[in-house]
């Protein structure tokens, strides 16, 4: 009476935490209890994965979840997990602990864990979780919309004190190698000039944009720059400090506070979505693959495509920004 | 020496407002000067165009409004207007003070309104504004980002009291005929029942939906109720009041309080692109069209077909909710 | 070796929950700790009291929920408790569970409560927590100041829509038969008018302010109703419906909204400094008494006065409002 | 007919701008306005005091503005006026433009330069405007509880991280040589320590804070590190780096961003209530003095004394929010 059994599921978070992650978890564990599953909680990411620390989750262990920042499941970055010896000792923990399949909530590095145990022969399915949206093959990653939200209402503060004396005010956004917040920040802030990874910029450019919003009348002027940007944010406010440039400028890193926070409504409902399709993907026998979405859909990318593509900064969006602050 | 005058484009906002509108206006207005063109803002709507309230637009004008909510140009609804002597009259005071395209920004209303002057030869070309979301031909209109994060936000405080006290609460929604905010709303608020208009329920059913959470354990429910809902908000909370569910029943109508605030990102974001998808239209000669979603693109859609469809709701996230509440 | 038994507090929270009820549990136990003393969580009340629902708390117990709007110890009404009978079991449950002193966090009715134990020997601290701020004896309670940050953002977000409409809004807010929450809101949301408890008025008197203000030039009005107004609020929705007043009124019900929300840094704050000094007082060997703010000070008022006294609505305020409205 | 003359006020706002400054311009000109009196607005703070950009202020002025932050007469540090023939040029300019009296809205630095415009005769009241809340004579000053509310709504984010990872968080606060913001931020948001200008701390005594918390089985830590204390930030955040404190470091730079947004429901009274006795105190013949709040009560206070005194930091909230951390 093989039967008896029922599928059960893993699920863990990973990499750096995104908001949404938790309703993302909510969406896998109620989805998989309604499907006739059950759902296993890994604690701490890969490191829990190979420290065995599992733990049973019901349909009440993720109420109340759903509006809050971070991860529950708690996350980390493992070294150990890298190795094929540490992958093949978390196997080993999951198949002690009848782990069936698993899903991965987390980043590039995180999806490329995901596809190695896939390599292996683990059922596995990726959700893509990253503030920084920098996975290729979905227009979106749970976690970004609610820190574009974020550093946006960061700069309308500013946007006050800049109304009121003249100032330029010079923000660092998150995004490691991806000038994806930072574009997009650029155009919902209103910013003069937006600085990326993925473009060349010198500070007399930026300097000399500056000094032309002044000279148009401007009461004030915004920088957004990209914290792996061309120029370092220190370097470019010591720099723009020692030029005449009309405005005197002010310095803002916001850091970790772009990823924490009550995940947004479409956080919440991409990661709901998202956590829906990771089941279904196992239900129907599919695996190896991420959620993604393509226009309206959510579709199934495999985790092969999402490792070996690079997302490219949207130049569209770039220029937009600039006729738009004008 | 045709060419020493410029075109000229008019732009107003009709109808309920949305936030986001005047991030319409602003890339509508920017776009039209890197163009070459004249801007002029027309005030209060369709009214305004009967009245011949006409204001030139630099693009300071249009400064340090992106991240207010409402219209700068104000909005009406008008009688007059849906009658072909007022439309006959409103192409007058454009022609008379040279306004060559018109660019509207509102919802059905409004378009419909838009299309009846794109019959008459005017170029018009249509920005679905509304945080119903019910215009058809975009997947999302500007300001329904914004009034879903409201919504949400609210029930986000109501269940802290939710988790103290042992209640159910009842949350009338906007929208009109159209129950895509309360569906939406439904998902992301994790509420445990949803009434829209296009749904048939009974007030029975709704009790025992409540019955069975307070039974399942929860310590809370939401009830989201749309506007037009078969129930009307009262008459339900009434109804609840004289029965057992376990939980005790307390209403909340957040009203207006959703079409006000400053817009989200993804909303400024939406409407910045159609703004310059708006004007783009009219430099390639496109007209009696809307900007519209399609997937991650800014399509133009015929305002023919805009106001001959009726939108749907959307079924599959009605049913999800139910799963994701459990 | 009568010293080996570390004095027991209790904690209870009780009534209607506030923000910042959790930041007082956290401030009472930890103080109690680092006094030596052990601490015991009452849930739900007096009901728990009743039923023995008690949990020891250490500091890692009440870590994270600083931040947390509602209260972790759950609260009700219990009418069993009003009674002789009820609260000499209570008081039993107490003796037999070892709790050598109690602190109630709650509004007046909760206040009523803790008096009737100290009548009976209980060495009791009550601290006023209370949205309505309907407390004698402190010039504010905990949670009063969320309470009206929430209606003011809510106002706010209406005035958007007021701004591009010509509207008047009609806000109806907590309090019940106190006039507080509603005059401070008249003042901070730039109200034309506030109807409390306290203070006749009619339909007449609404009107004709609406009217003066519409007159005068306004774009907007805000009417502020306290649920136990003279006026009930969809009567007087219903009344300027059919008036001439020059704006439509539309009208919203904030409800329980008004009850949650992380609380603001104010509300942590008194919190904050009435946990601790409840514990100082019972360290010192005072009982029977509320923390009450005085000026800058946490004083102690008895109990015996905080029942026999009834707050009275600020009148200057209430008239400074009006000024700063036109 | 002397009396046909109506007494005029002048209204500017100095030094850096405070959430709240607008709320108490509009408080000034409709009780001035209520009184029969006329007001004006000087633009830019004593520069423009000095340059004569005079602006009158009827009703509809000052209208929307409550809510907003910054200041709409716009502000600036004027190093000339802080000379005597700067100061008898501006009242030259006073006297020209038929201004009888001034309200100063401004922190220590703008209310040195009202004081000294006392003394030559100008009848002068000072309104304390400082998010830094370093102005002696008043228990808050315009603009510090907002920005209170900014640096915890800032550090709840950096919490949700926090609880994921094990981290240590650094957040910078600003205040120049006023320990008050850093203080009253590390009681509402949890800090296990708190570095101010007027206590001396090593990096020895902060390590061993942090790694005490670590081994109480705290999953995060916050520190706050006032601008003037005695470790810069950057200082402090690589020291920490290199030492092994059990939890990782990450450095947040909030800057400007706590000048900002729209003034809390406490700052708009207390702007509206110091508007108002600042206009009563001209009334009553009073100047020479400052609006403070003593109590609950706003009280006058010389301005002589207000620039003689400074204000020390509260110790008392120092060791409480040691003992509400543990």
Chains 1, 2, 3, 4 share one sequence.
């Not at 935490?17 to 998989?32: E, K, L, S």
């Not at 997990?81 to 992958?87: D, K």
């Not at 005010?169 to 003069?192: D, H, K, P, Q, S």
Request: charged fraction near 20%; glycine fraction near 12%; proline fraction near 3%.
């Amino acid at each position: 009476m093989a039967e008896l059994k029922k599928l059960t599921i893993g699920v863990l978070t990973s990499g750096g935490d995104a908001p949404g992650m938790n309703a993302a978890i909510r969406a896998v564990v109620r989805t998989a209890l309604a499907n006739n599953m059950q759902a296993i909680g890994i604690i701490n990411g890969y490191t829990g994965l190979l420290n065995g620390e599992f733990r049973p989750l019901n349909a009440r262990d993720v109420g109340s979840i759903l509006q809050r920042g971070g991860t529950i499941l708690q996350t980390s970055r493992s070294k150990r997990f890298e190795e094929p010896a540490g992958q093949r000792e978390a196997i080993r923990n999951m198949n002690e602990a009848g782990i069936d399949a698993l899903v991965v909530i987390g980043g590039e590095g995180s999806l490329k864990g995901a596809h190695a145990l896939s390599q292996q022969g683990i059922k596995v399915v990726g959700i893509p979780g990253s503030i920084d949206n920098d996975v290729w093959g979905t227009s979106i990653s749970v976690g970004a919309d609610t820190a574009m939200n974020t550093i946006m209402d960061a700069v309308d503060k500013l946007r006050d004190t800049a109304s009121s004396h003249q100032r330029a005010f010079l923000v660092e956004t998150m995004g490691r190698n991806c000038g994806y917040l930072a574009v997009m920040a650029g155009i919902v802030c209103g910013a003069e000039i937006t600085l990326v990874p993925e473009m060349p910029v010198t500070v007399k450019e930026v300097a000399d944009v500056i000094e032309d919003a002044y000279k148009r009348g401007k009461n004030h002027a915004i920088i957004i720059n990209a914290e792996g940007s061309p120029i370092p944010t220190m370097e470019l406010a010591a720099a723009l400090e020692n030029m005449d440039v009309g405005f005197k400028t002010r310095m803002t890193i916001l850091g970790h506070i772009q990823r924490g926070g009550s995940p947004t409504a479409y956080d919440r409902l991409l990661a709901s979505r998202m956590g829906v399709k990771a089941i279904e993907a196992l239900v129907e026998g599919k695996h190896g693959v991420m959620t993604g979405i393509h226009g309206d859909s959510v579709v199934f990318v495999p985790l092969e495509d999402v490792i070996s593509n690079k997302r490219e900064v949207n130049k569209e969006y770039y220029h937009m920004a600039r006729v738009l602050a004008r």
